[in-house]
């Protein structure tokens, strides 16, 4: 089973709050259409939320995500990853996503997963020659996910480890697709 990992813990300081349940042209919601995405393309999605966040974790259980509230997410996106990989111990795999990015295409998704099923270590897609989202993991590095802190989310393991990333190449500008400021959104929303 590969599971994707939704991070959805971030306190949107730079967007100015509730990012994650703003609408998307469609009138979807930003976290709600980064859960489709990723559950279009997994066995499984795992939620990572913070603990007060009721509105969005009720929303993306709505989706068909299983949701972890994670009372150590105020240390960063590592402390969130960690807890969305501890939830499901017995995967062959994590796909790490990033709610903030609802244009990376379903297809890209399960291209990656596919990479892991096959036997890569780590998988990632790439678009004009550089890497973007989501990451997969296989199990083998569960205790380096589980024992990630701080802000730098698995970016540390991706250097470490550079040598066993195979690389998918794609056609999907939405693996770099990320909304941090309300300028952001609006100007996907134009290119969307």
């Keep these: 089973m590969i599971a994707g990992i939704l991070l959805a813990a971030g306190a949107s300081t730079r967007f100015g709050g509730d990012k994650l349940l703003s609408p998307l042209a469609d009138g979807t919601s930003l976290g709600a259409?980064?859960?489709r995405n990723l559950l279009g393309g997994v066995d499984l999605c795992v939620a990572v939320v913070r603990p007060s966040d009721h509105a969005l974790a009720?929303?993306?259980?709505?989706e068909g995500c299983q949701v972890v509230r994670c009372s150590s997410a105020i240390n960063?996106?590592?402390?969130?990853?960690?807890?969305g990989v501890e939830a499901v111990p017995d995967a062959a795999g994590w796909l790490i996503a990033l709610a903030?990015?609802?244009f990376i295409r379903p297809e890209t998704i399960r291209a990656v997963a596919t990479l892991l099923r096959a036997g890569a270590p780590l998988a990632a897609p790439h678009y004009r020659g550089r890497r973007g989202h989501p990451v997969g993991f296989t199990r083998s590095f569960f205790s380096r996910l589980t024992g990630l802190e701080g802000d730098r989310g698995a970016s540390s393991l991706l250097?470490?480890?550079?040598a066993q990333l195979q690389h998918l190449n794609c056609l999907d500008p939405g693996i770099f697709a990320d909304i941090d400021t309300r300028s952001d959104l609006a100007g996907y929303q134009t290119s969307d």
Excluded at 159 to 162: G, P, V
């Design 33 to 35: 259409r980064a859960a």
């Design 100 to 102: 903030d990015m609802p």
């Design 58 to 62: 009720s929303q993306l259980e709505r």
């Design 76 to 83: 960063g996106m590592g402390a969130s990853l960690a807890c």
């Design 159 to 162: 250097c470490a480890y550079s």
